[in-house]
């Protein structure tokens, strides 16, 4: 079975332009999240979808971020207009039907370096 | 004021060597998750606890429930043991509150 995948692996972007962060998590997992890990940091929560919804999305940075799961499938990470400080590693990882103490499985993680 | 606190933050070992990793957490936290980042970048789950103790190969992980404590031990480390090693609180939320990681070391 195909564990949670990530793309791309790295993008490098200029400050101001636009990049979009895909996230396909393993078949059949209603929770997805996205974390990030930013210049070293600990790894920060981001959102949460179960399916197609957003169930919570309280670690979002500000509006240039936008996350998207339609047909709660595959998810779509946004970031418009990118900054310095949104250079990092982004990680997205997956769980099974809503229920306690769900083990995450993450991904690869996307490295985004904005100069 | 994070609600994971990890130590060390650094650690370098003698390959052979038994290493801890220490976690602290607050209230609302009802199940503790130790991590590790490879040094290419990915996180790999190693463990999730909510009692006792669990083993899987020379990493055991225990968690003391009345004190808020969990412990990661890697006996004998290898180098192959490097990167960053994270715990993270699972509360009702179900999102992973990160410890600031800590970053092993191992020479051969």
């Known amino acids: 079975e195909a564990g949670v995948t990530q793309f791309p692996s790295h993008s490098v972007i200029e400050k101001g332009q636009t990049v979009t962060l895909r996230c396909d998590p393993i078949s059949g997992h209603d929770n997805l999240y996205w974390y990030r890990r930013v210049m070293g940091k600990e790894i920060k929560f981001l959102l949460h979808f179960v399916k197609e919804s957003k169930q919570d999305e309280s670690g979002m940075p500000n509006n240039r971020f936008l996350a998207e799961r339609t047909g709660g499938t595959y998810s779509t990470l946004k970031v418009q207009p990118a900054e310095l400080e949104d250079s990092g590693v982004y990680f997205c990882?997956?769980?099974?039907?809503?229920?306690?103490?769900?083990?995450?499985?993450f991904g690869p993680g996307t490295r985004l370096t904005v100069t | 004021k994070n609600e994971v606190e990890q130590s060390p933050q650094n650690l370098t070992a003698q390959e052979g060597e038994f290493i801890t990793i220490n976690c602290s957490y607050s209230?609302?936290?009802?199940?503790l998750h130790w991590l590790q980042q490879h040094p290419g970048g990915g996180i790999v789950s190693l463990f999730m606890?909510?009692?006792g103790k669990k083993k899987h190969g020379r990493l055991i992980a225990t968690i003391n429930i009345q004190e808020k404590h969990s412990s990661l031990h890697i006996t004998a480390t290898q180098t192959t043991d490097v990167g960053t090693y994270f715990c993270?609180?699972?509360?009702?939320?179900?999102?992973?509150?990160f410890g600031k990681g800590m970053k092993l070391t191992v020479n051969p």
């Open positions: 209230v609302g936290i009802s199940a």
């Open positions: 993270a609180g699972q509360g009702g939320s179900e999102k992973l509150v």
């Open positions: 990882a997956s769980s099974q039907e809503l229920a306690p103490l769900l083990e995450q499985y």
């Open positions: 606890l909510s009692s």
